[in-house]
């Protein structure tokens, strides 16, 4: 099966997120392999930034099903995603994730991720997993942190 895609609605485009994730980011180290495939587009509404994610058998947990951490790991990426998008350089310092349903193996999803408030260097993001249907899977809320000069120089 090939990398995700989202079917563009008007005014849809793909985007990279982050300013240079490549092979070796930990959810895309190999995009055509049985592990987690990830696909960006930013919306028409300002800020949104959504993903298709695809869970291949990399990622079982119970059996025939995804693991939550996998689910957890896209969750977290696709609110690291929307924070760098917006122009906010951070990491995650803390991130709350609610597990609604199970997630069948090789299930494509859409992820839904906004910023949902920023208070000094510290920036609040939400994110939804929905299946194909649009039924809810997990949620998260997640605590960033914008990183001084100095850690960006690192990175």
Request: charged residues 20%.
């Amino acid at each position: 099966m090939p990398a995700p895609t989202v079917t563009p609605e008007p005014g849809w485009t793909p985007v990279q997120p982050f300013p240079s994730l490549d092979a070796h980011s930990f959810l895309v180290a190999n995009p055509s392999g049985e592990s987690v495939r990830i696909a960006y587009v930013r919306g028409p509404e300002a800020g949104v930034l959504y993903a298709a994610a695809w869970f291949g058998r990399e990622t079982q947990g119970p059996p025939g099903h995804v693991h939550g951490g996998a689910m957890a790991a896209v969750l977290d990426e696709a609110m690291g995603g929307a924070s760098w998008m917006n122009g906010y350089r951070t990491v995650a310092a803390k991130i709350s994730v609610s597990f609604i349903a199970m997630l069948k193996l090789e299930s494509e999803t859409t992820v839904e991720s906004r910023v949902e408030r920023v208070d000094g260097r510290k920036v609040y993001l939400r994110a939804t997993l929905t299946d194909a249907s649009g039924a809810a899977i997990a949620e998260a809320d997640g605590l960033f942190i914008v990183l001084r000069d100095e850690a960006l120089k690192s990175l």
